[in-house]
């Protein structure tokens, strides 16, 4: 097939309607390898429909399960062991995540790990950035810093700060609680204590009567 062909190609639907279909224009090279294909002219260029082992409705539930495992945290993952780890062509994720999700393989993977990050400084507001990094799977630190950054907007260091202070207000508000509420005890004992030393006078009247 020619290289510098323009092929128009989807994936597959289960109502087997085109209408139904997710499709993209590439050139030759750049299509999935299918499994499956129903080649057409179409036009200029040709029309190839794409089927693969699994439909493009799994892939979401596929992916679900293994972000739910958090096995993005794990280094060196790539979408060729993710295709592997799932039973799923690498071709086919891809098309998923470029025009379905509208992203690229590497950001999806670190957005979930800056997220999981995020998580785990909020949590502990003490832990070592550097830790942090290693846990969700970037032990570069200077990798880690420029996609969280790139991700979130600010610096993990400055996120940290945040929950920091957050949980210090936090603190803060139920000392001030307790304070209140040791303070609402002590007038409610207070009080009971004068009724119990009352509590014969008031007995010795009601004799009298």
């Known amino acids: 097939?020619?290289?510098?062909?323009?092929?128009?190609?989807?994936?597959?639907?289960?109502?087997?309607?085109?209408?139904?279909?997710?499709?993209?224009?590439?050139?030759?090279?750049?299509?999935?390898?299918?499994?499956?294909?129903?080649?057409?002219?179409?036009?200029?260029?040709?029309?190839?429909?794409?089927?693969?082992?699994?439909?493009?409705?799994?892939?979401?539930?596929?992916?679900?399960?293994?972000?739910?495992?958090?096995?993005?945290?794990?280094?060196g993952v790539s979408i060729k062991s993710l295709s592997t780890q799932i039973g799923i062509n690498s071709n086919y994720l891809s098309f998923y995540f470029n025009h379905v999700l509208g992203s690229n393989f590497y950001?999806?993977?670190?957005?979930?790990?800056?997220?999981?990050?995020?998580?785990?400084?909020?949590?502990?507001?003490?832990?070592?950035?550097?830790?942090?990094?290693?846990?969700?799977?970037?032990?570069?630190?200077?990798?880690?810093?420029?996609?969280?950054?790139?991700?979130?907007?600010?610096t993990a260091v400055t996120w940290r700060n945040m929950c920091r202070a957050e949980i210090a207000e936090k603190s803060e508000k139920i000392v001030k609680l307790w304070k209140i509420r040791i303070l609402c005890i002590k007038i409610l004992g207070s009080i009971w204590i004068q009724n119990e030393k009352h509590r014969p006078l008031r007995y010795l009247r009601g004799r009298l009567k």
């Open 107 to 154: 950001q999806w993977l670190y957005t979930l790990r800056i997220e999981e990050a995020k998580q785990i400084i909020l949590r502990n507001p003490g832990v070592k950035i550097s830790e942090v990094a290693s846990a969700v799977g970037i032990p570069v630190i200077y990798n880690f810093s420029r996609w969280f950054k790139s991700i979130t907007g600010m």
């Open 1 to 75: 097939m020619d290289d510098n062909r323009t092929i128009t190609y989807v994936s597959d639907s289960t109502s087997g309607n085109y209408s139904d279909y997710l499709w993209t224009t590439a050139r030759a090279s750049e299509i999935p390898a299918p499994t499956e294909m129903a080649i057409e002219k179409a036009g200029g260029g040709m029309m190839i429909k794409v089927k693969s082992g699994k439909k493009m409705e799994q892939i979401p539930a596929v992916l679900g399960e293994w972000t739910a495992r958090k096995l993005y945290s794990v280094p």
